[in-house]
């Protein structure tokens, strides 16, 4: 069964940084990129940017662009998704989603991880 | 950049009523990269078509895609009380990749 699974919740101050893991299982860790995708209360999923497990290579939405960093670990066969300088703006719910191997879509999703940025 | 539309914002049917919702892209989709997922509260959304008209593994036939260059359809042909949900069209295309609808809710009355 593939599965993704990422850490909990977390909550932050302005300006602080927050890193968020995915764990993947049931399949060949480095033959799928995997995305990050946040969604804020109320709003639809917005793409943060995508990773290859295989080489490492990342691409990052503009908007996010200085703000954040993907990194992975194939030992442990885990991305981790870095994002800094934390606003009220960030506040949403935080996803890593497998590109499917056959077609441009997403096909397996993490559970979230809710990241609040409160003072 | 590719902008995507839905519509209606929202729509409330009946089970066993056809539901028909439209995603428009401000540009050609290339290849029809257009993927559907539905998403329930407090859930991930799930991927439901993909290639604008191909389901998903374990998705139930009463979901069907259809359309190409900018215009496409999602449509569930009899609608179910689990079906309840908002549904987001999604255009795969330039970097870095993923676009996504603002969606359209689902109501069962």
């Known amino acids: 069964q593939v599965l993704l699974v990422q850490s909990g919740a977390e909550v932050k101050e302005p300006g602080a940084s927050v890193k968020v893991s995915c764990k993947a299982s049931g399949y060949t860790f480095t033959s799928n990129i995997l995305h990050w995708v946040r969604q804020a209360p109320g709003q639809g999923p917005e793409l943060m940017g995508a990773i290859n497990p295989g080489g490492g290579g990342t691409t990052y939405a503009e908007k996010f662009r200085g703000r954040v960093t993907m990194t992975r670990d194939t030992d442990t066969r885990t991305v981790y998704m870095e994002l800094t300088s934390l606003t009220s703006q960030d506040t949403a719910v935080y996803y890593c989603a497998r590109r499917a191997s056959s077609y441009w879509a997403l096909d397996v999703w993490g559970q979230g991880t809710t990241v609040i940025v409160s003072s | 950049e590719i902008m995507l539309t839905q519509s209606p914002g929202t729509v409330s049917l009946s089970p066993g009523e056809r539901a028909t919702l439209s995603c428009r892209a401000s540009q050609s989709v290339s290849n029809s990269y257009l993927a559907w997922y539905q998403q329930k509260p407090g859930q991930a959304p799930r991927l439901l078509i993909y290639d604008a008209s191909s389901r998903a593994a374990g998705i139930p036939d009463r979901f069907s895609g259809s359309g190409s260059g900018t215009d496409f359809k999602l449509t569930i042909s009899r609608l179910e009380p689990e079906d309840s949900a908002v549904y987001y069209c999604?255009?795969?295309?330039?970097?870095?990749?993923?676009?996504f609808g603002p969606g359209t809710k689902v109501e069962i009355k």
């Open positions: 999604q255009q795969y295309g330039g970097s870095p990749g993923f676009i």
